[in-house]
């Protein structure tokens, strides 16, 4: 017995210093569902938000996805703030943003699968009060009828100036060529179409940030063709772009600005069949400088990152510990220096 404790306390040991070597702070925050996934994490006032569906697999004929929103004042304490669900539908990935008034859009996407596809699929939205404590209940959100409905998802939207802007993407149009549509909203309810992205192999889940300058960045999510991740760019009035080809394929793609000259990414990495949630430090081109990876694999990915002061705080989700579950990583930011 004594051997087996003092076995188990080298090994406690010894993880705490691999833990302390590498500065980087893993914890699991949510397993309580069967399956734990599609996390968002957003810095409102003076609490962390987070939101993650709950459901019984990834996607599935059982149409039960719901989606948690949860706050905490130090990354360790969570309180739940609201659950979103419609009766028979499928309610998966909310991503998190502050309107110009100071309340929080909850965007987000609700279904129904069949058989391998949705039948239908529609972007949500949901307001906050001014605490960020009460939710609006969901409603569709309203498209430009310049955009013909199919099978439709605004997946992120991000502010500039007044505007939330986001990519409405669409799939199931009778060529099978999915169709990725820039669109800004006044109100997070309303959406005016921008411009049609000129993106060939199934564009899908993007992430919208701006520079100092009002320039915009967007890392788009390919399924087609080289399946490799695409990081566009372009001045207001945001109509011309300009597209980098990454080295990897994307995967709940998201990013931050480190700083003038670089971008840290969080997406899927898949490496031959496995995957894993990694970080990517790139130039504003792309280009990776350095990568760091997460405790991860299985279904995985979709990271919500925040930096706040010397810390950048990510969620993400993974399976590597068997059932799919929702972690938080502490990176400092000396450890995504690039030289």
Request: some cysteine; aromatic content about 12%; proline content about 3%.
């Amino acid at each position: 017995m004594k051997k087996l404790i003092c076995h188990i306390l080298l090994l406690i040991f010894s993880a705490q210093l691999l833990n302390a070597q590498d500065d980087i702070v893993i914890k699991k925050i949510w397993d309580k569902s069967n399956h734990n996934s599609f996390p968002d994490l957003f810095k409102y006032r003076k609490y962390y938000y987070i939101t993650f569906r709950e459901g019984t697999s990834h996607v599935g004929n059982e149409n039960d996805g719901t989606v948690r929103v949860m706050r905490s004042k130090d990354m360790n304490n969570w309180e739940t703030v609201t659950i979103f669900r419609l009766d028979g539908i499928d309610v998966r990935e909310a991503r998190l943003s502050e309107m110009p008034d100071g309340r929080l859009l909850v965007t987000l996407a609700a279904g129904v699968w069949k058989d391998g596809k949705y039948t239908f699929l529609k972007p949500y939205v949901s307001i906050s009060d001014k605490k960020g404590e009460t939710f609006s209940r969901l409603e569709v959100a309203q498209v430009d009828p310049v955009i013909q409905p199919q099978i439709d998802w605004i997946w992120r939207v991000t502010w500039h100036k007044g505007a939330g802007y986001g990519v409405l993407y669409q799939s199931g149009n009778r060529e099978n060529e999915w169709l990725a549509h820039l669109v800004k909203t006044t109100d997070g309810i309303h959406y005016e179409r921008v411009t049609q992205l000129d993106v060939k192999g199934r564009p899908n889940e993007c992430t919208i940030r701006f520079d100092k300058n009002g320039k915009m960045y967007i890392l788009i999510r390919r399924e087609g063709d080289d399946r490799m991740g695409y990081l566009g760019t372009s001045s207001s009035p945001y109509t011309q772009w300009t597209y980098n080809t990454l080295s990897w394929r994307l995967g709940g793609p998201n990013f931050v600005f480190l700083n003038d000259q670089e971008l840290v990414m969080g997406s899927r990495f898949h490496e031959g069949k496995k995957a894993s949630t990694a970080l990517f430090v790139t130039d504003l081109n792309g280009k990776v400088k350095k990568q760091i990876g997460l405790p991860s694999g299985g279904d995985t990915s979709y990271p919500g990152m925040v930096i706040d002061g010397k810390t950048l705080w990510v969620v993400y989700y993974s399976s590597h510990e068997g059932k799919s579950a929702v972690y938080t990583a502490s990176v400092p930011l000396e450890k995504l220096r690039s030289e």
